[in-house]
């Protein structure tokens, strides 16, 4: 191998990654296509022939490794984390007023009053990514996954020709992370669709599931064709400190210079930023483009405003999910019309009817909408609502579609009003609307719609934690009068279970030990997957530390369920009318005969006092627990009555602290608030 043609290598790679910057992230051609395709098969040439000349950052490498059997999972050096939501101008308001008061005294203060602006940069509608480079070469990219864990998709993301794969700097810091969102335009959804419509393949329902689909693809050729594209909006240096004087640039001081330098580095930072010296610039911006951001070539749902100053953003640290230096403000739910092509009737685990209208389908917020809730005989009453209506849609929360009002003047002749049900369209039987409630519902035990929803929730994590029952199972099983209570899970064989199709001697003898071993499940437990209106595993536990057996419970009448800490008159009502049922005893005389745990055995009789002895107080966790996970933290403190919040405060009584405690500990000292180590903890709890 000659000089020559390392010279030649070096120099192909050197425009390929030019007119690819140009192409991609400029917007700007500085090559034409037969060109560009010219000097990169001479390139592919020369690295087949000269193998030990590749190296990562060829452009060559994109797409050249194989299909994966499986993504790992990758722990983020820095949280990915989300971001709060602000949801109208007001919330953002609220939002300022949380981080001010969360500055103290002395260089937080000076921080807030020499550096308060904000940048905003549009939300883009798509899938976050991490990217780590080491000595300007890229080497991974991870998915957000749950913001601490990652899936590491290397090969994909090599795939996005909008992120560089070497940096554009001669002297690159040893290590760089840099944050952004891939996204689909609009455009190359449209062609990704009706290509999957000519194959008959299911359409993607909008651009941010077909990005997040696309990047979880096991074989990058197929994320290749799917032309992902890519914003950086984050930048950490994490080895660097102030006195590093031999880069080729000035460490940034703030968001805005970060984002100037991701540019310098190669990257596409969307041009719509602006930095904004005040609220009230940054609501111009949000409010200018709730309008213009119809004629983008991609989606956004909002605005993400930041502070400018990194220094100010170190000081105001994260909580346990989101950084208090920035929030999402979110755009108003998108509204559509439609038309009702029929309704029909859902009925829930708890016999509640719930109307929802089949809609002709129509794109509402970047998804496909066909059907949309109608809540209740209120609303329906409310809406005047007519088979063949036009109506206006919406997504409330932005998740579940609801139907927002009717457009009467567009109703056609043929139009025939909605009536709710008088009867269960699942078993027929009467149904009844109890006095006070909006809700109408069907009281009949035996109806299968309720049966299918109670053995769901008896099996479910949080209950009696029945492993393999999921809603297929039971579907099969209530279809085929297999089961006609929860109870009869109990009297369930492996003879029994091969009798259901597509169920083999080895499943059936995994689902007849789950269902053995839930009998070990404890008194709590046992009480939520009764499934009692109102009655949650919090509210379970605490009765169940009240009265110590069932017995105790069914006796007790509502003033006195009521007496529980807690517990209000709603819920200890429907408590009470429950274990006044007949059939709701039997159930109960068939478990205790299965061999689930009713009671506490040896449990003495306690005050009030002794039962909840964190009544009142207001506790926070921070950091890493020795052997409890977080939600068990928390459960266990709930549980004896006490209350957990996510940020301390002046009414903050204790604050739990585990390893890598963070602002939360610094804060709760300033506050002079309570600290508590896993075990002392417990010893709190030992020693009631």
Same mark, same amino acid.
């Given at each position: 191998?000659?000089?020559?043609?390392?010279?030649?290598?070096?120099?192909?790679?050197?425009?390929?990654?030019?007119?690819?910057?140009?192409?991609?992230?400029?917007?700007?051609?500085?090559?034409?296509?037969?060109?560009?395709?010219?000097?990169?098969?001479?390139?592919?040439?020369?690295?087949?022939?000269?193998?030990?000349?590749?190296?990562?950052?060829?452009?060559?490498?994109?797409?050249?490794?194989?299909?994966?059997?499986?993504?790992?999972?990758?722990?983020?050096?820095?949280?990915?984390?989300?971001?709060?939501?602000?949801?109208?101008?007001?919330?953002?308001?609220?939002?300022?007023?949380?981080?001010?008061?969360?500055?103290?005294?002395?260089?937080?203060?000076?921080?807030?009053?020499?550096?308060?602006?904000?940048?905003?940069?549009?939300?883009?509608?798509?899938?976050?990514?991490?990217?780590?480079?080491?000595?300007?070469?890229?080497?991974?990219?991870?998915?957000?996954?749950?913001?601490?864990?990652?899936?590491?998709?290397?090969?994909?993301?090599?795939?996005?020709?909008?992120?560089?794969?070497?940096?554009?700097?001669?002297?690159?810091?040893?290590?760089?992370?840099?944050?952004?969102?891939?996204?689909?335009?609009?455009?190359?959804?449209?062609?990704?669709?009706?290509?999957?419509?000519?194959?008959?393949?299911?359409?993607?329902?909008?651009?941010?599931?077909?990005?997040?689909?696309?990047?979880?693809?096991?074989?990058?050729?197929?994320?290749?064709?799917?032309?992902?594209?890519?914003?950086?909006?984050?930048?950490?240096?994490?080895?660097?400190?102030?006195?590093?004087?031999?880069?080729?640039?000035?460490?940034?001081?703030?968001?805005?210079?970060?984002?100037?330098?991701?540019?310098?580095?190669?990257?596409?930072?969307?041009?719509?930023?602006?930095?904004?010296?005040?609220?009230?610039?940054?609501?111009?911006?949000?409010?200018?483009?709730?309008?213009?951001?119809?004629?983008?070539?991609?989606?956004?749902?909002?605005?993400?405003?930041?502070?400018?100053?990194?220094?100010?953003?170190?000081?105001?640290?994260?909580?346990?999910?989101?950084?208090?230096?920035?929030?999402?403000?979110?755009?108003?739910?998108?509204?559509?019309?439609?038309?009702? #092509?029929?309704?029909?009737? $859902?009925?829930?685990? /708890? =016999?509640?009817?719930?109307? !929802? &209208?089949? @809609?002709?389908?129509?794109?509402?917020?970047?998804?496909?909408?066909?059907?949309?809730?109608?809540?209740?005989?209120?609303?329906?009453?409310?809406?005047?609502?007519?088979?063949?209506?036009?109506?206006?849609?919406?997504?409330?929360?932005?998740?579940?579609?609801?139907?927002?009002?009717?457009?009467?003047?567009?109703?056609?002749?043929?139009?025939?009003?909605?009536?709710?049900?008088?009867?269960?369209?699942?078993?027929?039987?009467?149904?009844?609307?109890?006095?006070?409630?909006?809700?109408?519902?069907?009281?009949?035990?035996?109806?299968?719609?309720?049966?299918?929803?109670?053995?769901?929730?008896?099996?479910?994590?949080?209950?009696?934690?029945?492993?393999?029952?999921? #809603?297929?199972?039971?579907? $099969?099983?209530?279809? /085929? =009068?297999?089961?006609?209570? !929860? &109870?009869? @899970?109990?009297?369930?064989?492996?003879?029994?279970?091969?009798?259901?199709?597509?169920?083999?001697?080895?499943?059936?003898?995994?689902?007849?030990?789950?269902?053995?071993?839930?009998?070990?499940?404890?008194?709590?437990?046992?009480?939520?997957?009764?499934?009692?209106?109102?009655?949650?595993?919090?509210?379970?536990?605490?009765?169940?530390?009240?009265?110590?057996?069932?017995?105790?419970?069914?006796?007790?009448?509502?003033?006195?369920?009521?007496?529980?800490?807690?517990?209000?008159?709603?819920?200890?009502?429907?408590?009470?009318?429950?274990?006044?049922?007949?059939?709701?005893?039997?159930?109960?005389?068939?478990?205790?005969?299965?061999?689930?745990?009713?009671?506490? #055995?040896?449990?003495?009789?306690?005050?009030?006092?002794?039962?909840?002895?964190?009544?009142?107080?207001?506790?926070?966790?921070?950091?890493?627990?020795?052997?409890?996970?977080?939600?068990?933290?928390?459960?266990?403190?709930?549980?004896?009555?006490?209350?957990?919040?996510?940020?301390?405060?002046?009414?903050?009584?204790?604050?739990?602290?585990?390893?890598?405690?963070?602002?939360?500990?610094?804060?709760?000292?300033?506050?002079?608030?309570?600290?508590?180590?896993?075990?002392?903890?417990?010893?709190?709890?030992?020693?009631?």
């Amino acid at each position: 191998m000659t000089p020559e043609v390392q010279q030649r290598v070096q120099q192909l790679r050197q425009k390929l990654q030019a007119a690819s910057y140009a192409y991609y992230v400029l917007d700007n051609p500085i090559m034409e296509d037969t060109v560009y395709d010219r000097l990169y098969r001479e390139l592919q040439d020369l690295e087949s022939q000269y193998p030990q000349l590749i190296t990562p950052e060829s452009p060559t490498q994109r797409v050249g490794e194989k299909p994966s059997s499986q993504f790992t999972s990758v722990k983020h050096n820095i949280p990915l984390y989300s971001l709060e939501n602000a949801f109208n101008l007001e919330e953002l308001t609220k939002w300022q007023e949380r981080w001010e008061r969360g500055l103290i005294t002395g260089d937080r203060e000076q921080a807030f009053t020499s550096a308060k602006e904000y940048v905003c940069e549009l939300k883009i509608d798509g899938s976050a990514l991490a990217l780590t480079y080491e000595n300007g070469v890229f080497v991974r990219g991870v998915t957000r996954g749950d913001g601490v864990t990652g899936e590491d998709i290397t090969p994909n993301v090599k795939t996005i020709r909008s992120i560089p794969l070497k940096l554009h700097l001669d002297n690159p810091p040893p290590l760089v992370e840099v944050r952004g969102e891939a996204f689909l335009s609009l455009a190359v959804f449209d062609a990704i669709n009706q290509e999957r419509a000519e194959n008959n393949e299911q359409l993607f329902a909008n651009p941010r599931n077909a990005a997040s689909g696309t990047l979880r693809q096991l074989d990058p050729r197929i994320v290749a064709q799917r032309r992902l594209d890519f914003f950086a909006y984050t930048l950490h240096l994490p080895e660097l400190g102030t006195g590093e004087n031999n880069l080729a640039f000035s460490l940034p001081k703030t968001q805005w210079e970060c984002l100037e330098l991701l540019q310098t580095m190669g990257f596409k930072v969307n041009p719509n930023r602006k930095l904004c010296p005040s609220l009230r610039e940054v609501e111009e911006y949000y409010q200018i483009w709730d309008t213009q951001r119809q004629n983008l070539p991609y989606m956004t749902d909002g605005v993400v405003v930041k502070l400018n100053s990194l220094s100010l953003q170190e000081s105001l640290g994260f909580t346990q999910k989101f950084p208090r230096w920035a929030v999402a403000l979110k755009y108003a739910a998108e509204e559509v019309p439609t038309i009702v #092509e029929s309704v029909t009737v $859902q009925v829930g685990r /708890t =016999g509640a009817l719930t109307p !929802v &209208a089949e @809609l002709k389908p129509v794109q509402l917020a970047g998804t496909t909408v066909s059907r949309a809730t109608l809540h209740n005989r209120d609303r329906v009453s409310e809406l005047d609502l007519h088979i063949g209506d036009t109506v206006i849609v919406r997504k409330a929360g932005e998740i579940i579609p609801e139907v927002v009002r009717v457009l009467p003047e567009l109703r056609p002749n043929h139009a025939k009003l909605f009536e709710m049900p008088s009867h269960c369209p699942e078993c027929g039987e009467p149904v009844v609307r109890p006095t006070g409630e909006a809700v109408t519902r069907c009281i009949n035990t035996s109806c299968p719609a309720i049966l299918k929803g109670s053995l769901i929730h008896f099996c479910s994590r949080e209950a009696l934690d029945i492993n393999g029952v999921g #809603e297929k199972l039971v579907q $099969q099983m209530v279809e /085929t =009068g297999l089961v006609h209570s !929860v &109870a009869d @899970l109990y009297d369930l064989t492996v003879e029994k279970l091969c009798q259901l199709e597509r169920r083999g001697e080895k499943s059936a003898k995994k689902l007849v030990k789950a269902i053995e071993e839930s009998k070990k499940q404890p008194w709590a437990r046992v009480l939520y997957g009764l499934g009692i209106r109102h009655v949650g595993n919090v509210n379970a536990q605490l009765l169940t530390q009240r009265f110590a057996n069932v017995k105790e419970l069914m006796s007790a009448s509502a003033a006195i369920i009521e007496g529980v800490y807690g517990i209000g008159p709603e819920i200890a009502q429907s408590v009470y009318q429950w274990f006044q049922v007949p059939a709701n005893q039997s159930l109960i005389e068939r478990l205790q005969g299965a061999g689930l745990t009713f009671n506490e #055995e040896g449990r003495e009789k306690k005050t009030e006092g002794e039962l909840f002895p964190f009544a009142g107080k207001t506790f926070v966790i921070t950091g890493t627990l020795p052997t409890l996970k977080r939600d068990e933290a928390k459960e266990l403190i709930q549980k004896y009555g006490g209350k957990v919040t996510n940020s301390v405060s002046a009414k903050t009584d204790y604050l739990v602290v585990g390893e890598d405690a963070g602002s939360k500990l610094d804060k709760a000292q300033s506050l002079g608030v309570a600290l508590l180590s896993e075990s002392q903890l417990l010893e709190m709890i030992d020693g009631t």
